[in-house]
Nanobody
Framework: VQLQASGGGLVEAGGSRRLSCVAS????????MGWFRQVPGKEREFVAG????????FYADSVRGRFTISRDNAENTVALQMNSLKPEDTAVYYC?????????????????WGQGTLVTVSS
């Protein structure tokens, strides 16, 4: 499974950005998907996750109410809509897929990783 993330860039605080991730797999509809982020010197952290069907979503406390994860199983894509961005949201964002669970926020449960896309939020 290959994941290709895109959509990163520079955005002002308070602005919005939409990240997208395309998966090359026939089993996308049975792959839980998530977004993680990482800043230099820190561990990769969970941001948002979505179940196989898209019926259940969950978020880190730091982004709940500002970010929205969604998926399109017909297009093999998962997106992360980020609103009200803050400078502390600056990070490399990774999309990830898990064949081990219907949905999970545990980094170790994700088997597949995209290459990362950098989001920089200026103050």
């Amino acid at each position: 499974v290959q994941l290709q993330a895109s959509g990163g860039g520079l955005v002002e605080a308070g602005g919005s950005r939409r990240l997208s991730c395309v998966a090359s797999t026939r089993t996308f509809s049975t792959t839980a998907m998530g977004w993680f982020r990482q800043v230099p010197g820190k561990e990769r952290e969970f941001v948002a996750g979505i179940s196989w069907t898209g019926g259940t979503t969950f978020y880190a406390d730091s982004v709940r109410g500002r970010f929205t994860i969604s998926r399109d199983n017909a297009e093999n894509t998962v997106a992360l809509q980020m609103n009200s961005l803050k400078p502390e949201d600056t990070a490399v964002y990774y999309c990830a897929g898990s064949s081990q669970a219907t949905m999970t926020d545990r980094l170790g449960m994700y088997d597949y990783w995209g290459q990362g896309t950098l989001v920089t939020v200026s103050s």
